[in-house]
């Protein structure tokens, strides 16, 4: 370590010294991500190369976006990475929530059942379905909801085997623990449980929402049996380059719906202009396995720090991880807010603000968010937030650069001891 350079900084010995120990620690399993990494950049790179992108990609439309060879390219080359025999990548979602939300209403039609079994989605998804009361809920337009909880972080199989033979139309997985305790879902479980559903059931639709979770490992959801995914492109496959957006993979006749549903019956994938993102959409994608393996990382090493310092982590640095996000239990308001303010602290951006928690719109709870990003609420860029409820848990992703998050870490543990 460059001792001097942090010094430096301003970083004091303490937290230098335990930095080199857990680096030492940690060793094995950065080689084990660096294995995921060089894998997920053969397959990105291949995709590149067999669907031929060249310069001609880059172009932008305006207007409708008619005839818009990268944006379709694009969707090739992701289906592509992501094992889907079609995919939507689109700048017009504004979030993953959104893009969630275009699919849910997609896929779904007034009486039909949308069941959860990993428990209660994320905040942000209650007034989309309908658990908060609101006038544009899939409720509203008669969807009905039902959740089948984990059982000590694994599915209760039984009674999703139960449950499946008759009248579900869509089956929701979300894979990252959102403001939950339990631990995400890793590929493994997913395969278990597809095979499962698929024994008694095999036309009900699997969503799976992917968000913080690709490239964590080698295979993706669509690998084992899912119909459609979700994910953000502020998130892993954006790689800190795309500026927003979304995708939806999967099955041809699912995309369909949802770009129809995204823009209009009718019209579907034909329309979209690009507006001059196709470059920023490409160049992030090539760069997200390494930007993952970055973010994984910072994970395990603030992982070891905190646990070191006597904290309460999930997952701890030597388990196996399903995402980029990594929880603390502070058990205590104050460390919590002054962690995601260290932070900011060590942010690129915004260094010199001090996140509050504060009222977020679709957040039962206030929350604070530490988030000195080049993309406003980008997650693959080191950031850190948690609901103000106990136990008072941080939940940090992202890193661009290992070092970048190491140091950002580093300085949040500075803020609280």
């Given amino acids: 370590m460059n001792s001097n350079a942090y010094r ?27 294995d995921i990494c060089e894998y997920n950049t053969i397959k990105v790179l291949k995709a590149f190369q067999d669907n031929q992108i060249s310069d001609m990609h880059f172009g932008s439309t305006t207007g409708y976006g008619y005839g818009d060879v990268g944006r379709d390219t694009i969707e090739k080359v992701f289906a592509q990475v992501l094992e889907a025999e079609d995919s939507l990548v689109r700048s017009q979602f504004i979030s993953g929530t959104h893009a969630l ?45 039902e959740q089948i909880e984990l059982i000590n972080d694994d599915f209760d199989y039984d009674s999703i085997r139960e449950r499946v033979k008759d009248n579900v139309k869509v089956i929701e997985i ?63 496959l954006g790689g800190g380059i795309a500026p927003n957006g979304a995708y939806v993979a999967g099955k041809k006749e699912l995309i369909n719906l949802v770009a129809e549903r995204l823009t209009a019956p009718g019209e579907g994938k034909e329309v979209g202009p690009t507006l001059g993102i196709n ?46 996000v990594q929880t603390i239990n502070f058990n205590d308001e104050e460390k919590l807010i002054k962690y995601c303010q260290g932070i900011q602290m060590g942010s690129p951006v915004d ?14 709870n206030k929350v604070i968010m530490a988030a000195g990003a080049f993309t406003q609420g980008s997650s693959i860029e080191l950031s850190c937030d948690g609901p103000i409820r106990p136990p008072y848990t941080a939940f940090m992703q992202g890193g661009l650069t290992y070092y970048y998050g190491k140091i950002g870490v580093m300085k949040a543990i500075e803020n609280i001891i």
């Fill in 101 to 145: 939300t275009v699919t849910l209403f997609a896929l779904l039609r007034p009486g039909d059942t949308l069941l959860s079994i990993t428990g209660k989605p994320y905040d942000t998804l209650d007034e989309v379905i309908g658990i908060v009361d609101n006038p544009s809920s899939l409720k509203s337009f008669g969807v009905n909801f």
């Fill in 351 to 364: 260094s010199n603000s001090i996140p509050e928690p504060w009222d977020m719109p679709g957040y039962t």
């Fill in 279 to 324: 470059k920023s959409i490409l160049q992030g994608l090539f760069m997200a396995p390494n930007v993952v393996a970055s973010s994984l990382k910072t994970a395990v090493f603030a992982s070891r720090c905190l646990e070191k310092l006597g904290f309460d982590v999930s997952p701890k640095y030597n388990e196996n991880r399903a995402d980029i």
């Fill in 174 to 236: 979300q894979r990252s623990k959102g403001y939950s305790s339990r631990k995400s879902i890793d590929i493994d479980q997913l395969e278990r449980v597809i095979k499962v559903i698929r024994d008694v059931n095999k036309d009900v639709i699997i969503m799976i929402d992917n968000c913080y979770c690709e490239f964590v490992g080698k295979k993706e959801p669509l690998s084992v049996g899912a119909s459609i995914i979700v994910g953000s492109l502020i998130k892993n």
């Fill in 8 to 34: 430096e900084y301003g970083i004091k010995d303490e937290i230098i010294k335990l930095a080199q120990d857990v680096e030492e620690d940690v060793k094995n399993i950065y080689n084990e991500i660096d």
